[in-house]
């Protein structure tokens, strides 16, 4: 702290400063000290002389910095509690000349003051004789008194100290001896005298064994008397016994000693455990024994006893060759004895059996033993796969040799044997010179037989034999080759030339005139027409009744025979005809009820040419959901409309019931027009599902389809 600027030190320690009289002889009124609140006094102790602080710390500084200032520092330096400076140990805690550091000097600004240096700070104090009474900085009054001090509450003698050399103090609150020899306190006399025991007042009673307030009792209204065994709860919340402590309190904790356990419900002994000592703890409910054996449950007593007799309520029966229940009968009310063979449903839903379990329980699916297989187009012993063993899977529709011997699809039969005769519907005809649908033609519906040599027209429109084309097409152009010429006035060969190279061949004369087609009246024709047109009786290409209509598939909503779908002619006149696959589970009930109109259907409609045929192809697949049945029937019709352009359905011509699985249906048009196709349920109930539809058109002539 040497070499610090004296004046910053003022800026630590002039709230601090100490009032005349502090370190030596002063003046002070009686009752009053310097005011703090001016900036060069310290609060004072209520005495009215110097604060005490001040007063012993200035004193000791006077002392300290006597005995140190001057010594020369030896071989070993100051002492510790004193600093080098310049050669001198000095004590900066209280030299004023070095206050805080080396040459730090303390100075007095005011009137009548004089500095003083107090642990390290500096401080200002009045001079003896001399006191601050205005408040402001310095010591501007000097003390009026100067005599010897006398009993009258005032500081004679103005050494800070009021009435000193006396007893006390007149009128201040002093210690004195009661009336039974205790301590008590009283109001100094106006003699400065202390107070006569009957004036000093008694303490409040404390535990010491003594009669404290002077009322002829010892330790009273305290809880209890040192020693004494008393009443006390203990940790655990129960009531125990314990003495009474020094300070006459009522033990508490493990000075609180438990009673021993009783049937209570409680943890008396403080041990963690309740009514531990007796069987059980009243009131709880408790396993006992029956009066039957079994073990039962009950409350326990209010004396901590097993409940016993009717108070031991027996348990459920159980599955154990015991009367649990204790009415007289084992293991009764439980779904089945142990080892009995029973009834269940394996895991693939059919009824099997099983054995009862040891747990008297029903054999779960999985301990079912499964039934042999049956024909009945369900998986019965649970292998994956329906009626295998069989030919057959019951209703389903599987591949079939027909009555003319070729493959066609028929029904499983109810014993799941493969569908024979009747029962193996022939599937539509195809172009493979064979007869497919076993009518007794083959290719019918096609232009010719696949193959055959059939009649054609040649080139230059005369009549010849060619071979049936591989899609049983007539052959034309160069595919019929010309017959030799002929003497028939026509170009039979097709060389340009007329009976050429016939000798004696006379020119016929043909009848053409006027005529598109027909018989030239020679043996030959003046021409063909185009399809679908045909020759009438005048020799003209006429169209037929009705115009070509519905060439391609439509999307109609299949809601009544006016929103039937239409089938495009060019789709089911291909090798794979018209298909669909959809279900009637959303669909509206919208056909008549003169033919098995048992619900929802769909509609379809197809624009024939006379002798135009169809072959439909229906499979009925899985009923709708939350019907009883898995499979359903279903019903077929075809309605004819009215004329080339109506949609409705005028006339019925099919009415098909009872399609249980497949079904095949050929139909031939007597007219032009719209024919409407109705796929309905058969009976009153189950009568909606899943189906797929299939429409193949043969045409009368070759190109029909559009």
């Excluded at 019951?394 to 040799?401: E, K, L, N, V």
């Amino acid at each position: 702290m040497a070499g610090r600027d004296p004046s910053s030190r003022w800026g630590w320690i002039l709230p601090w400063l100490v009032a005349a009289g502090s370190l030596g002889a002063g003046c002070a009124t009686a009752g009053t000290a310097p005011d703090a609140r001016d900036g060069i006094g310290v609060p004072d102790d209520g005495d009215g002389g110097t604060p005490d602080a001040v007063e012993e710390t200035a004193e000791d500084a006077v002392v300290e910095a006597g005995d140190v200032e001057g010594e020369e520092t030896g071989e070993g330096g100051c002492p510790p509690d004193r600093t080098d400076c310049g050669g001198t140990c000095v004590d900066t805690t209280s030299d004023p000349a070095s206050c805080g550091g080396c040459g730090v000097a303390c100075s007095a600004p005011w009137e009548h003051t004089e500095p003083v240096c107090v642990g390290s700070y500096c401080v200002v104090r009045c001079l003896p004789g001399w006191v601050d009474l205005d408040g402001d900085p310095g010591c501007e009054t000097a003390c009026p008194g100067g005599g010897p001090e006398s009993c009258n509450g005032v500081d004679d003698d103005c050494d800070g100290t009021t009435d000193n050399g006396f007893p006390c103090a007149a009128g201040t609150s002093v210690g004195c001896t009661t009336s039974c020899l205790t301590h008590g306190t009283g109001t100094c006399t106006a003699d400065c005298a202390p107070p006569a025991e009957t004036a000093c007042v008694p303490p409040a009673e404390a535990c010491n064994g003594e009669d404290d307030d002077c009322d002829g009792t010892t330790d009273e209204e305290l809880p209890c008397s040192p020693g004494e065994t008393m009443p006390c709860t203990t940790p655990c919340g129960s009531g125990g016994t314990g003495a009474c402590t020094s300070l006459c309190e009522i033990p508490s904790g493990s000075a609180c000693n438990p009673p021993a356990e009783a049937c209570n419900g409680v943890d008396d002994d403080c041990d963690g455990a309740v009514d531990e000592d007796f069987s059980c703890i009243a009131g709880t409910t408790v396993g006992c024994s029956t009066s039957c054996g079994s073990a039962g449950s009950g409350r326990c007593t209010a004396s901590c006893g097993l409940p016993s007799g009717a108070a031991c309520t027996p348990p459920v029966e159980a599955c154990n060759g015991r009367d649990d229940d204790c009415n007289g009968l084992t293991d009764e009310g439980l779904p089945c004895v142990p080892g009995a063979v029973l009834p269940c449903v394996t895991t693939c839903g059919t009824a099997g059996t099983g054995l009862c379990s040891a747990l008297c329980e029903l054999p779960s699916a999985a301990s079912c033993t499964p039934p042999a297989e049956s024909c009945n187009a369900r998986d019965d012993d649970c292998d994956g796969a329906p009626d295998d063993g069989f030919p057959c899977v019951q209703g389903a529709t599987t591949a079939c040799s027909t009555s003319c011997g070729g493959a066609g699809t028929g029904a499983c039969s109810a014993t799941c044997g493969l569908p024979t005769g009747a029962a193996c519907p022939p599937p539509a005809e195809t172009c493979n010179a064979l007869d497919d649908d076993c009518d007794g033609a083959t290719d019918d519906g096609f232009g010719c037989i696949r193959g055959a040599t059939v009649a054609c027209t040649t080139s230059c429109g005369g009549t010849a034999s060619g071979t049936c084309s591989a899609t049983c097409t007539v052959p034309s152009g160069a595919s019929c080759p010309p017959p030799a010429e002929t003497c028939n006035a026509l170009d039979d060969d097709c060389d340009g030339s007329t009976d050429e190279g016939l000798a004696g061949c006379a020119t016929c004369p043909r009848n053409c005139t006027g005529r598109d087609c027909g018989d030239d009246g020679c043996g030959g024709v003046c021409g063909t027409c185009t399809a679908p047109a045909s020759c009438d009786a005048g020799g003209h290409c006429v169209a037929p009744s009705c115009p070509i209509q519905g060439c391609t598939t439509g999307s109609e909503s299949r809601d009544r025979c006016s929103g039937a779908r239409v089938i495009g002619r060019s789709t089911a006149r291909g090798a794979a005809g018209y298909t669909i696959s959809d279900d009637t589970c959303y669909a509206s009930n919208r056909s008549d009820t003169s033919c098995w109109d048992a619900g929802a259907d769909h509609h379809y409609r197809i624009f024939l040419r006379t002798g135009d045929r169809i072959d439909v192809h229906i499979d009925v697949g899985w009923s709708c959901p939350g019907y009883s049945s898995s499979w359903w029937y279903s019903s077929f019709k075809i309605y004819r409309s009215a004329g080339c352009t109506d949609t409705t359905c005028a006339t019925r011509v099919v009415c098909e019931e009872s399609i249980p699985d497949s079904f095949d249906y050929g139909y031939t048009a007597p007219s032009d027009g719209w024919y409407i196709l109705v796929v309905d349920g058969y009976t009153a109930f189950d009568d909606e599902g899943d189906y797929d539809l299939r429409v193949r058109l043969t045409c009368v002539t070759a190109g029909c389809e559009c």
